[in-house]
């Protein structure tokens, strides 16, 4: 496990060593393996030559926004199909299933006509609203409400008086804060990673996302490397802290579940 968690760290150690480095540095051999002096200079070339923070802002709303709205449909779409018998409901699971297999290259042009139609091009909430509910969000919560959420609950619930709602909101949620925890760090990882559909409808610089300002700091002739380490370095931060605060509360989560009927 030591190994192995060595292994895993090393490329953040290696970002954080190269941020800290010229761009000389970074071609020299042997290569540098401890940190230089250079990091805050890096830093200071990123926020005079782009608007970083207008991009860290701008996928921060995106991530956040889409987390949100991803853990609330997919909650209630999988709390649903776990627990509420109703029409077709096999073979609509069937057909959800069938497409996690469809890869999602397949489907930018349709989603790029249709964001075009809404007039949405260039706008961040066609980074948010069409992946509003995933296929996988909504298998992973369906199979955890399944093995966590007993009949006896519901049944207690509509005796209180709850409606269908409220079943889902008082008695569901509570129970599945550890698959939230962890459907939301997949979910906010991928979002703000996430490079290619904002490469699609984006084109303005004031609404770039963080991935989309690195890749533009590339040049055509000659690359300052240093600034670019910097700039991965200060979008990796906030996902360490995301990861960190969300893995707490997954296994405060967990431990809470373990003890009851």
Not at 212 to 224: E, P, Q, W
């Amino acid at each position: 496990m030591c190994a192995g968690s060595l292994i895993s760290l090393f490329p953040f150690y290696w970002l954080f060593v190269m941020s800290t480095a010229t761009t000389s540095d970074m071609f020299r051999f042997p290569p540098r393996v401890v940190p230089s002096d250079q990091l805050l200079i890096n830093i200071g070339k990123v926020l005079n030559k782009v608007d970083f923070f207008q991009s860290f802002f701008n996928t921060l709303t995106v991530a956040g926004l889409h987390t949100l709205i991803v853990l609330f449909f997919c909650s209630m779409a999988g709390f649903a199909f776990a627990k509420f018998p109703f029409p077709a409901k096999g073979p609509l699971f069937m057909f959800l299933l069938l497409t996690m297999m469809v890869p999602q290259q397949l489907g930018l042009i349709p989603q790029f006509i249709i964001m075009q139609k809404l007039g949405w091009i260039n706008e961040l909430k066609a980074l948010i609203i069409p992946g509003a509910a995933s296929a996988f969000g909504i298998f992973w919560m369906r199979q955890y409400s399944q093995s966590v959420i007993h009949d006896e609950l519901i049944n207690a619930g509509r005796i209180d008086g709850c409606n269908t709602f409220d079943l889902y909101w008082r008695i569901a949620l509570p129970i599945l804060r550890p698959a939230l925890a962890t459907l939301g760090i997949i979910t906010f990882l991928g979002s703000w990673n996430d490079y290619l559909w904002p490469l699609v409808v984006i084109s303005v610089q004031n609404k770039f996302t963080i991935q989309m300002l690195i890749a533009s700091m590339n040049g055509v002739y000659s690359t300052d490397y240093s600034m670019v380490m910097a700039a991965t370095l200060m979008a990796t931060v906030p996902l360490v802290i995301v990861f960190t605060l969300f893995s707490r509360q997954f296994i405060s989560g967990l431990m809470q579940g373990s003890v009851k009927d």
